[in-house]
């Protein structure tokens, strides 16, 4: 028997769906015929995909399995699909690009201005996840390339990265905060004051974590946790709270001189920035041209941004 997609599909229904029923009617099919698909499944592949019991059906650990690998084939199927109609003219082109909030602002604006002159028929759809999340998403096919923290050397082979740019994170407070009339070491001094962080395992309070630990000091006392930018910069305005944001990062407000910039002696540009998309797969023409483009974005600011960042392209 060879593997139809539409077994893969009534397969991977039934597992979102988490019963044969409800994955029928999410296919618009009937019950028998998706039960059947899973029958022939399970007897070609020669194991159980599910368990079956009062409350439902749950994958096996084969089934879960089989459940990342399908999902990867539909997914290539469908995008297949799309690029021969927009090879056709039938649709027009589309580009998904993942981003981290905290870079959603920086480069890509630039850099999908520039793309759309040259590239009118192609759409650009920007999605911002969370980075425990976006690299899942890449794999699960749901971007064509993603603008964020690059992994280690020892990165998932199934994963393709090009290193823009080093960075670090930057302090912000209001523009007449007390911390600038102190006595003392600076660095020291602003653990006298509550912080606005992001969440444990982002890169950025992990960095000054370690910068603290480092130096022998106490951790920041965090009256905050957040991952939202404005709510963050709205924070720090009203307040003597300590916030941190990527160093490349300039907002309106400190252009304004709303916010004031601390760039503590010892933070060292070290967390890589670059994009990543999947090695198994082949790239659009439309996504190859946009990440050019961001490319050149880079180069444009390399000048701008020459005492903020350390590019590498």
């Given at each position: 028997m060879t593997i139809e997609l539409r077994y893969l599909r009534h397969f991977a229904a039934a597992v979102e769906e988490g019963g044969m029923g409800r994955g029928a009617r999410s296919l618009n099919i009937s019950q028998p015929g998706l039960t059947r698909s899973i029958r022939l499944l399970e007897e070609h592949l020669k194991?159980?995909?599910?368990e079956r019991g009062t409350k439902g059906i749950t994958p096996t650990n084969y089934g879960i399995?089989?459940?990342?690998?399908?999902?990867?084939?539909?997914?290539?199927?469908?995008?297949?699909?799309?690029e021969i109609t927009e090879m056709r003219g039938e649709t027009e082109s589309l580009v998904t690009v993942g981003a981290l909030p905290s870079q959603a602002n920086f480069v890509l604006p630039e850099a999908t201005v520039s793309f759309l002159k040259t590239n009118e028929q192609t759409r650009v759809k920007v999605i911002q996840k969370a980075r425990d999340e976006i690299l899942p998403s890449l794999l699960?096919?749901?971007?064509?390339?993603?603008?964020?923290?690059l992994d280690p050397v020892d990165a998932d082979q199934r994963v393709t990265q090009s290193l823009l740019f080093y960075d670090r994170p930057?302090?912000?407070?209001?523009?007449?905060?007390?911390?600038?009339?102190?006595?003392g070491e600076l660095f020291k001094k602003l653990l006298d004051y509550q912080w606005v962080l992001p969440r444990p395992e982002a890169d950025q309070r992990l960095y000054i974590n370690t910068c603290y630990a480092n130096a022998g000091l106490a951790l920041p006392q965090i009256a905050v946790e957040c991952q939202?930018?404005?709510?963050?910069?709205?924070?720090?305005?009203?307040?003597?709270?300590?916030?941190?944001?990527?160093?490349?990062?300039?907002?309106?407000?400190?252009?304004?001189?709303?916010?004031r910039t601390i760039d503590p002696e010892g933070f060292e540009n070290s967390i890589p920035f670059?994009?990543?998309?999947?090695?198994?797969?082949?790239?659009?023409g439309s996504a190859q041209?946009?990440?050019?483009e961001i490319e050149n974005a880079c180069r444009a600011m390399k000048q701008k941004l020459v005492n903020r960042l350390d590019f590498r392209i």
């Amino acid at each position: 028997m060879t593997i139809e997609l539409r077994y893969l599909r009534h397969f991977a229904a039934a597992v979102e769906e988490g019963g044969m029923g409800r994955g029928a009617r999410s296919l618009n099919i009937s019950q028998p015929g998706l039960t059947r698909s899973i029958r022939l499944l399970e007897e070609h592949l020669k194991v159980t995909l599910f368990e079956r019991g009062t409350k439902g059906i749950t994958p096996t650990n084969y089934g879960i399995n089989f459940y990342s690998r399908a999902k990867s084939i539909l997914a290539e199927t469908e995008r297949a699909e799309v690029e021969i109609t927009e090879m056709r003219g039938e649709t027009e082109s589309l580009v998904t690009v993942g981003a981290l909030p905290s870079q959603a602002n920086f480069v890509l604006p630039e850099a999908t201005v520039s793309f759309l002159k040259t590239n009118e028929q192609t759409r650009v759809k920007v999605i911002q996840k969370a980075r425990d999340e976006i690299l899942p998403s890449l794999l699960a096919g749901k971007f064509d390339f993603i603008f964020c923290i690059l992994d280690p050397v020892d990165a998932d082979q199934r994963v393709t990265q090009s290193l823009l740019f080093y960075d670090r994170p930057s302090l912000i407070v209001r523009k007449a905060h007390p911390v600038f009339r102190a006595k003392g070491e600076l660095f020291k001094k602003l653990l006298d004051y509550q912080w606005v962080l992001p969440r444990p395992e982002a890169d950025q309070r992990l960095y000054i974590n370690t910068c603290y630990a480092n130096a022998g000091l106490a951790l920041p006392q965090i009256a905050v946790e957040c991952q939202t930018t404005p709510y963050l910069k709205s924070l720090v305005m009203q307040s003597d709270f300590i916030g941190v944001l990527p160093t490349n990062f300039e907002s309106v407000e400190e252009s304004a001189g709303l916010i004031r910039t601390i760039d503590p002696e010892g933070f060292e540009n070290s967390i890589p920035f670059g994009i990543q998309y999947r090695s198994d797969r082949p790239i659009s023409g439309s996504a190859q041209r946009l990440i050019r483009e961001i490319e050149n974005a880079c180069r444009a600011m390399k000048q701008k941004l020459v005492n903020r960042l350390d590019f590498r392209i």
